[in-house]
């Protein structure tokens, strides 16, 4: 496959080089290497591993069941970090996102949601999808900024994605297998087309088009995490989101959209968070 290397970490310069945008509009995705230091993936670990140890539930964010058989009931995912965690908060909304993010939407971007995933080992992955199916963001889509935490491969259910499904319409999706994805919706890659792994090393990100599908299969090994830092962000020029997107700009202020209609929070879960619940799905399903 081909994945853009470059190292954007520095001042001043365009955080993306012009084959890194090329390849962003012909296949849908892109990856910025070395884009934060590893001192910055270790605090944001460390941030998130204190949360889990604490063993308390952070209603709407953060529901654990230390102890429980299922890595995913024992580590979830932190839903909407940023509005918890000043670290979170600085990570969404930072400059180096903030200029990828423009020069590949073209205008002043605005963050959407932030997401960290523990992924321990065993845990189920997340089906083929595609995020504007939740965002449903009009006009145009969302753009994800997918910061690996961990060294991120195929064994310990790194992203896998679909070039060039970034172009096509919205998928409706069929059932997951829920042995292997916690989520519900699974979107097959359409005729011809095949899922290609990217791996990563910590502090590299992973933009992508909200159109694109892309998943993650379990994680396999025996001992390793695999954790990541997710951003979900709309140009400034989208009028409506799902009600669930509480979107800022990149310097931390409101910005009110209109409510979208269908939309739900990224990944209907088979179980879903006590948060999640009320909260109509694409489908009904919650
Ligand atoms: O990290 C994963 O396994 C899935 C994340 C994802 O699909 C997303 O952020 O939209």
Redesign the pocket.
């Known amino acids: 496959m081909r994945v853009e290397a470059m190292n954007g970490a520095g001042g001043g310069a365009h955080v993306l080089g012009e084959a890194a945008l090329r390849q962003y509009r012909e296949d849908g995705f892109t990856v910025v290497r070395g884009l934060f230091g590893h001192d910055e993936v270790e605090a944001l670990c460390a941030e998130f591993g204190a949360l889990q140890a604490a063993g308390r539930p952070v209603p709407g964010h953060f529901e654990p069941y230390p102890g429980d058989a299922d890595p995913l009931r024992a580590y979830p ?1 932190v839903l909407h970090p940023h509005e918890i965690s000043p670290l979170a908060r600085r990570t969404l909304l930072d400059a180096r996102l903030r200029e990828a993010l423009e020069e590949l939407l073209g205008e002043e971007a605005l963050a959407a949601q932030s ?1 960290f ?1 523990f ?1 321990p080992p065993g845990a189920r ?2 089906a083929l ?1 595609q ?1 504007n199916f ?1 965002l449903r963001v009009e006009p145009g889509t969302c753009v ?1 900024a ?1 910061l690996a935490c961990d060294v991120i491969d195929r064994d310990n ?3 896998e994605v679909v070039p060039g499904t970034h172009r096509m319409r919205l998928f409706c999706p069929e059932e997951a297998d829920a042995q292997a994805s916690f ?1 519900r919706e699974y979107v097959p890659p359409p005729p011809g087309l095949t899922a290609t792994p990217v791996d990563m090393a910590p502090g590299d990100v992973l933009f ?1 088009n909200g159109s694109l599908v ?3 299969r379990p994680n396999h090994s025996g001992d390793r995490f ?1 954790r ?1 830092f ?1 951003g ?1 962000y709309v140009g400034r020029s989208a009028e409506r989101i799902g009600g669930y997107y509480r979107t800022l700009t990149m310097s931390g202020a409101r910005v009110v959209l209109a409510e979208s209609e269908g939309a739900g929070p ?2 209907t879960e088979f179980t879903p968070h006590a948060s999640q619940a009320p909260e109509p799905g694409p489908n009904g399903s919650g």
Request: charged share 15%.
């Open positions: 995912r997401m995933y992924k992955g997340q999808h995020d939740y994800a997918w259910g790194g992203l989520a992508f892309h998943g993650s695999r990541s997710i979900h990224c990944g």
